[in-house]
């Protein structure tokens, strides 16, 4: 089945600073992928999302970057601020169709002032 | 718009004790799901179900029971509650646009076992 991996595990940059945030996935036949944000004690947000059509999408200051060929997903944060400090996870569907997603192992940012 | 609420906010509980989480959403989605969450991990599928009455297996079904009684609403029982247990779990319902599913989570519960 799908594999997903996600790095790095904690990333920490200074507010204005930028941050990347990238996933691998296995199955070619992806098709939707989700970047989700999780607050200290909260549930998850659905931050973006992009079909495989789209290379790139844009919104609340983040950037996602898609590159099929090599079956990688980035989160790019322009201007680090601090309401940005959470852990976030990337999600691949794999197969038009499927219910399920595989999510990725998270990556815990912080926000140094 | 719409929301997923999930009772309780906070369960205690004693090894080996049955112990029933549930989760209901007022989206009219169709399909909806359990994930276990453990500290500062990632979410791991227990169960999900894509209508009244369905039950799938997840990578951690194992030592879990769930039950879909109508389409709002989906529960978890956790069989046999293991010592030091300690995660939470988080409910979701996914949209389906004519096959791409986008999945939207609940608050979360979370379970300590004494």
């Known amino acids: 089945g799908e594999q997903v991996e996600q790095r790095p595990p904690h990333l920490s940059v200074r507010e204005g600073d930028s941050a990347v945030i990238t996933c691998t996935y296995t199955?070619?036949?992806?098709?939707?992928f989700f970047w989700y944000k999780q607050e200290p004690g909260a549930s998850l947000q659905l931050l973006m999302k992009?079909?495989?059509?789209?290379e790139i999408n844009e919104g609340q200051g983040f950037t996602v970057l898609l590159n099929k060929k090599d079956k990688r997903l980035s989160l790019n944060l322009t201007a680090a601020h601090p309401g940005d400090s959470a852990a976030y996870f990337c999600?691949?569907?794999?197969?038009?169709?499927?219910?399920?997603?595989?999510f990725g192992a998270g990556t815990k940012l912080t926000i140094k002032p | 718009g719409g929301i997923i609420t999930q009772t309780p906010k906070f369960l205690i509980g004693q090894e080996g004790q049955k112990l029933t989480l549930k989760c209901q959403q007022n989206?009219?989605?169709?399909?909806m799901y359990w994930y276990r969450q453990d500290s500062g991990k990632g979410l791991r599928l227990i169960y999900y179900?894509?209508?009244?009455?369905?039950?799938q297996k997840g990578d951690l079904s194992e030592g879990y029971d769930a039950s879909r009684e109508k389409k709002s609403s989906f529960s978890l029982t956790v069989t046999s509650a293991q010592k030091n247990e300690m995660a939470v779990f988080l409910c979701?319902?996914?949209?389906?646009?004519?096959?791409?599913?986008?999945?939207?989570f609940g608050p979360g519960t979370r379970l300590t076992v004494l």
């Open positions: 979701a319902s996914s949209i389906n646009w004519g096959g791409l599913y986008e999945q939207y």
């Open positions: 199955d070619p036949n992806s098709y939707y």
């Open positions: 992009v079909f495989s059509s789209t």
């Open positions: 999600a691949v569907s794999s197969n038009y169709g499927n219910e399920k997603i595989t």
């Open positions: 989206f009219n989605h169709d399909t």
């Open positions: 179900s894509i209508t009244e009455n369905d039950l």
